[in-house]
């Protein structure tokens, strides 16, 4: 407790626990109890600001510590393993069309052998040329911007994170849960399964009529 003029009136020695001052009727103690709530708000208000700034600075040299980690890629060239399997696949592809055939009906058949281009070089090599593609197109933006090539890295670093999560999250969406502990540690129980412990144990299986088994508790339904 503390004596005080009051902020109405002005009289002196007031305490500042009053209910009202003695002399005008000023409600002493409400005032001084919204003013100390204004301070530990705006205490509070400073708190906050400061762990804001706290985090969004943790936020940017984490940020800054995953950019150091993207380092310029080096110049891509064909690998020749690809080269040598380009080489092998026209070579396999070619005498499958002028032998294979032959053995069976002495007639080549150019559409077999289009197929087989078609399996053994064309799809390989798209895959091949558009990852090559890739790899230029970054090299040449590293080149030109490098600050621009890590964030670009970084954000397909994020987006390959959330893909990744999304198919997870699909995965526990669509497991089957155990009826007894709500595991989803499931896994069907195959046929072969099922032969196999009433081959062993009879109509006493634990198998039987059943579909799913708990890795986690050993229940099955």
Known sequence: MALIKCPECGKENVSD????????????????????????KQQKR????????????????????????????????????????????????SWLFLYTPTTYNGDPDSGTWIIELLVFIGIPLFVYLSIYNKRVEDYELACRDFEAYQRQMIKEQDEAMERQQRELDQKIANAVKCPNCGSINTKKISTTSRVTSVALVGVASSKIGKQYECKNCGYKW
């Open 17 to 40: 626990k009053a209910e009202m001052c003695p002399s005008c009727g000023f409600g002493i103690k409400a005032y001084f109890e919204k003013i100390e709530q204004e301070k530990i």
């Open 46 to 93: 400073i708190e906050l600001e400061e762990l804001k700034k706290k985090r969004e600075q943790e936020s940017k040299e984490r940020e800054q510590k995953r950019l150091q980690s993207i380092q310029k890629p080096e110049k891509p060239v064909f690998s020749r393993g690809f080269i040598i399997y380009m080489i092998v696949a026209v070579i396999f592809s």
